[in-house]
Nanobody, 120 residues
Framework: QVQLVESGGGLVQPGGSLRLSCAAS????????MSWYRQAPGKERELVAT????????NYADSVKGRFTISRDNAKNTVYLQINSLKPEDTAVYYC?????????????WGQGTQVTVSS
């Protein structure tokens, strides 16, 4: 079965950096695009960044462009999110996401999330 396991969150001061990781299993990782979402308290979950299956193309939310970098290592079945110049408004639970084909259905999968808290 598809599993996504995030790690790397924590408490960081404004201006700091973190690298989030998402280890994937249960599907052919190199065939699928991967995304990071985040959800702040009291807010809807929002798309932060997406990377294509081979890593050749990425897209970012306007709010994180220039500060966040999504990347992947298909040999390790892992997708990363490097987050720099952190701001208090980046505080959220960060989730890894993918859509994977089953026999006839494209299903959506989420990790359990990793908390990022930006505070002095």
């Amino acid at each position: 079965q598809v599993q996504l396991v995030e790690s790397g969150g924590g408490l960081v001061q404004p201006g700091g950096s973190l690298r989030l990781s998402c280890a994937a299993s249960g599907f052919t990782f190199s065939r699928y695009a991967m995304s990071w979402y985040r959800q702040a308290p009291g807010k809807e979950r929002e798309l932060v960044a997406t990377i294509t299956s081979a890593g050749g193309s990425t897209n970012y939310a306007d709010s994180v462009k220039g500060r966040f970098t999504i990347s992947r290592d298909n040999a390790k079945n892992t997708v990363y999110l490097q987050i720099n110049s952190l701001k208090p408004e980046d505080t959220a639970v960060y989730y890894c996401h993918c859509k994977v084909w089953g026999s006839l259905v494209l299903s959506s999968y989420w990790g359990q999330g990793t908390q990022v808290t930006v505070s002095s």
